[in-house]
């Protein structure tokens, strides 16, 4: 247990809170009639084609995850950032006889690191493999790099004698611009939106501690600017505000509850530099302040408030897409993606307090949160089929809604340390990747989870947000 018994009691009397195919050629592909002019030209098309062939597929879907769990090994090792390889094909009249794990695209069974049989259609396997350091290809590990889609190292495949359904872990830095010509003219309320709940809450940056893996209070094991290059729009921030610290912008952190985590601003400006280098529309909620934001009397500190307005204006201004430029209304699907790209401002900033939103029209009205406040999985995803359902209600002022797709511990969870978030979260991920695949497919809006590489839900909404956008 990383965090101290102060801690654990804070914590317990909070009680946390609400709290296929897919083939992408370059643009500036050779036109068909210029291939069959030499053999090197077609030589050329196929190696570059294969190289962005991501996924494949005839039939169902296969596809890597990284389980969020410690794993005890034999002779007290442990084993972290496991591998997941994951499989569907239950609407298959075949089912492939092996899938495997590979360090690069599958060509044969020869070069698998680990391979097995499948024995029933769909399914998962924890591999003892790590992820590893999990730095990010094409240049995005140290800032700005090559849009599209890329590969890190690991891949999965599936197939008899041969390879017939593969895929890799991939980030997606770039995946609105890149899709902009089928969904941008959906309109947001219309979008699939991947999304990070507690998504500040990733490593400790305070004098009380500086680990990077702890049991109640870390949701998230990426940085925001890791999660905005794996693909995720939607932010749930819980801001905090100290009186102690003397510098004014230091007062104000991102927390877990009543648990300081990590400073604000250094995270705003890593979405500034991510906006300035791309075409993305990014979703920041400012979902509860937990701290210093109130009176006892529960009276908003106008001036708490008006420094963190401030702040987010001077770190992100030119992004900022002002609601009062933006027509919408109570029932409305909202502006398309399309208009925030043209108006060039692509950051859209909720606010959970409707007095401050009233003095500060250019915020984005309150974002509902289906949020079943439950410590059972099964009670979490039955709630969540039902109000993902029934949302947006009719009177509510914003296009979207956030389903919270994670547990939530108790207070006797939290004082008796009865599992933890990463547990919570390996037993709910896969089946938010189900159910978004499923049932959740035709209503589903942001969709926000704990260590959101232990599910698929940021490929799965850019495959649903395709066929949304090619039937307009």
């Known amino acids: 247990m990383a965090v101290t018994w102060i801690t654990v009691i804070a914590l317990a009397a909070t009680a946390l809170g609400a709290s296929v195919l897919m083939s992408i050629i370059p643009h500036n592909a050779p036109p068909s009639d210029s291939i069959i002019k030499s053999n090197r030209n077609?030589?050329?098309?196929?190696?570059?084609?294969?190289?962005?062939?991501?996924?494949?597929?005839?039939?169902?879907?296969?596809?890597?995850?990284?389980?969020?769990?410690?794993?005890?090994?034999?002779?007290?090792?442990?084993?972290?950032?496991?591998?997941?390889?994951?499989?569907?094909?239950?609407?298959?009249?075949?089912?492939?006889?092996?899938?495997?794990?590979?360090?690069?695209?599958?060509?044969?069974?020869?070069?698998?690191?680990?391979?097995?049989?499948?024995?029933?259609?769909?399914?998962?396997?924890?591999?003892?493999?790590?992820?590893?350091?999990?730095?990010?290809?094409?240049?995005?590990?140290?800032?700005?790099?090559?849009?599209?889609?890329?590969?890190?190292?690991?891949?999965?495949?599936?197939?008899?004698?041969?390879?017939?359904?593969?895929?890799?872990?991939?980030?997606?830095?770039?995946?609105?611009?890149?899709?902009?010509?089928?969904?941008?003219?959906?309109?947001?309320?219309?979008?699939?939106?991947?999304?990070?709940?507690?998504?500040?809450?990733?490593?400790?940056?305070?004098?009380?501690?500086?680990?990077?893996?702890?049991?109640?209070?870390?949701?998230?094991?990426?940085?925001?600017?890791?999660?905005?290059?794996?693909?995720?729009?939607?932010?749930?921030?819980?801001?905090?505000?100290?009186?102690?610290?003397?510098?004014?912008?230091?007062?104000?952190?991102?927390?877990?509850?009543?648990?300081?985590?990590?400073?604000?601003?250094?995270?705003?400006?890593?979405?500034?530099?991510?906006?300035?280098?791309t075409l993305e529309v990014v979703f920041l909620d400012a979902h509860h302040f937990p701290m210093g934001f109130y009176n006892q009397d529960g009276s908003p500190i106008k001036s708490v408030h008006r420094g963190l307005i401030e702040l987010v204006q001077r770190e992100l201004g030119p992004h900022l897409a002002q609601a009062s430029e933006f027509l919408t209304g109570p029932g409305s699907k909202g502006p398309r993606l399309q208009s925030f790209i043209e108006a060039d401002t692509r950051l859209l900033f909720s606010y959970v307090d409707n007095a401050i939103v009233a003095e500060n029209n250019w915020l984005w009205p309150i974002l509902p949160h289906l949020w079943a406040n439950t410590n059972n999985p099964t009670e979490l995803l039955q709630f969540l089929d039902q109000a993902i359902t029934v949302s947006p209600q009719p009177y509510a002022r914003s296009p979207l809604n956030s389903a919270m797709a994670q547990t939530t511990p108790t207070v006797l969870d939290i004082l008796f340390l009865r599992g933890s978030l990463r547990e919570n979260a390996d037993a709910v991920n896969r089946n938010v990747t189900t159910r978004l695949t499923t049932r959740w497919r035709h209503h589903a809006s942001i969709v926000s989870t704990d260590f959101f590489l232990g599910n698929d839900v940021i490929d799965v909404s850019i495959i649903i947000n395709k066929e949304r956008g090619s039937r307009l």
């Open 42 to 277: 077609i030589r050329t098309l196929k190696r570059v084609s294969e190289q962005q062939v991501f996924e494949k597929s005839l039939c169902g879907r296969v596809w890597l995850t990284v389980n969020s769990k410690t794993i005890m090994r034999p002779k007290d090792t442990t084993l972290i950032d496991a591998l997941e390889l994951n499989w569907d094909f239950s609407s298959c009249s075949n089912i492939p006889e092996k899938i495997g794990l590979f360090d690069d695209r599958p060509a044969s069974w020869h070069n698998a690191l680990i391979a097995l049989v499948i024995e029933k259609e769909s399914g998962y396997y924890i591999t003892n493999t790590s992820l590893g350091e999990g730095s990010l290809p094409a240049g995005w590990n140290i800032g700005p790099g090559l849009k599209g889609p890329h590969c890190l190292w690991p891949w999965i495949g599936a197939g008899d004698d041969q390879i017939e359904a593969y895929n890799c872990l991939k980030i997606q830095p770039t995946w609105m611009e890149d899709n902009a010509d089928t969904i941008n003219a959906l309109r947001i309320g219309d979008l699939v939106i991947p999304g990070t709940h507690n998504a500040g809450a990733w490593r400790f940056n305070t004098e009380l501690s500086k680990v990077t893996r702890d049991s109640f209070v870390l949701c998230q094991d990426r940085s925001v600017w890791a999660q905005l290059v794996h693909g995720i729009r939607y932010f749930d921030f819980r801001v905090a505000y100290y009186e102690f610290y003397q510098n004014k912008e230091d007062r104000y952190w991102l927390n877990h509850n009543l648990i300081r985590v990590r400073p604000l601003v250094p995270l705003l400006k890593e979405i500034r530099t991510f906006l300035d280098h």
